[in-house]
């Protein structure tokens, strides 16, 4: 009998598997949304090229994510599958990772691989392709499943593996790792002095200690300015941060209706546990009061970062992984045996699963594709082989022929150009076809990416750009968009750092302008 339970977890795990990176593969590879689509494959490989996030390109998030993924195009290429295969096996984890945390907290096993298969259909084919918010979301989730593990096997030293991925979450990241560092680390002072046991607190820092001293190392090796690093990735992010919580209004709407199926959820757990406390005694002590809180700060925190962030929703998965804790305090902290509602609430996750599995993954709502004609999608093969696998539609070109031959004049037309130059564009795959950095200077441009005019890090940003320009000798720069190029657009990324009177402009076409440059004060 043993033997046979064996085979069976042995092939669970292997179904979990190959569902998770199978379902991640195929979505992503349906559509693009080329700001987010694209927005670490340039720069991953101009890694491989020898140029660094904050010191060759500015970023205003975490960097782990550009360098995880030139590993993977250094084993399997620079192509989309490695690209994709990224994003794939980091659902692979998410998914195997709960079934794990589920078969630990005594759930059945099948009910465990069910709600783990729900769980890598929302997890990261919301994307589909590497996301900073889902890295940090989800590096999060490990360090909260380590911290449970640290509670039920009374073990102190998995509280170093959660400051560990915590560091990880938050340089994916800064938020919504920040509020899970903030409950975690509150959490783990908590117990240390509740419990008497030090060695919670020690593991912790240690893990903390050992992130921060390896950074630093990284840092040196690279020869990463730490003025830079703490600029771009700490100071001027928080100061969007304050602008943003300041000027936002909660409402029923953001904080009930749009996240009511995880609600759904959550409320009976937190009804459950307040029954616990009113009901039995020292229920504070308990391993079950414990995870609760720790299962209530992420679920909060991925709430309040999803709230108050611009992007499309992402946390849904968190609705078959509160179905596992749910039906953890009702089958073992409440000696729970009534099958057909145990039935009740699976089928009820799974069908709220679905809703969203067709939302997200078929009409690929996240990358804005919901009202775009998925199935005229062409092979982007024709834009390079390396884009092999990849049905190219995005959602500003209703003939996806027409935006691939807008794309390839352009690159054509700066394969002509032998001298160095700049791209500014958010179509970021132009260095990895040309196989030679064309010295993008932000990841990305929205209003959000680099500080503006008259905010208190303009000069900071004014001299990084102008410091690319002269260091690499460029000598023109283009902006390539899928709209028109107006003026304000040029201004916003090239004009209010650099007077336009260091530049001849010239309109290539409605898509393209460059302009070259010439002596002038602010280049000397």
Known sequence: MQKIHKIQNYLYIFIIIVTAFTVNTIVASRGVFPVDTFIHYDYSYRILLGEYPVKNFWIVHGFLIDFIQSIFFKILGVNWFAYVSHASVFNVFIALFSYLIFKELKIDKTICFILSLLISFLAYPVSGTPFLDLHSNYFGLFAVYFAIFSIIKKSYTKWFYVSFFLCLSFFSKQVPSAYIILGVTIFNLFITIHKREIKFFYYYLAGSLFSLISLIIFLILLDVSLKQFILQLIQFPSSIGVNRYANYELGIKNLFLDFKFIHLFFFPIIFLNFYFIIKKKNYFNSNEFNIFILISIYTLSTLTHQIYTQNQIYIFSTVPILTGFLIFYLKNAFNFKKNYFLIIIIVSSTLITYKYHLRFNVDRK??????????????????????????????????????????????????????????????????????????????????????????????????????????????????????????????????NYISKNCFDVNRINTYVKKLDIKTCEDLN
């Open 366 to 495: 996240f990358h804005e594709l919901n009202k775009t004609e998925l199935n005229n999608a062409v092979d982007a093969s024709s834009i390079d082989i390396s884009f092999k696998g990849l049905q190219w539609i995005s959602p500003y070109f209703k003939d996806p022929n027409k935006e691939i031959q807008i794309i390839n004049n352009f690159i054509e037309m700066l394969k002509k150009d032998k001298k160095n130059k700049m791209v500014i564009t958010e179509y970021n795959f132009i260095s990895s076809i040309l196989k030679k950095s064309v010295f993008t200077p932000s990841r990305t441009f929205d209003r959000i990416s680099y500080p503006l005019k008259d905010t208190i890090y303009y000069d900071e940003y004014k001299n990084y750009l102008i410091n690319i320009i002269k260091s690499n000798n460029i000598k023109s720069i283009y902006t390539f968009d899928k709209n028109e190029i107006n003026i304000k657009n040029i201004n916003h990324r090239v004009f």
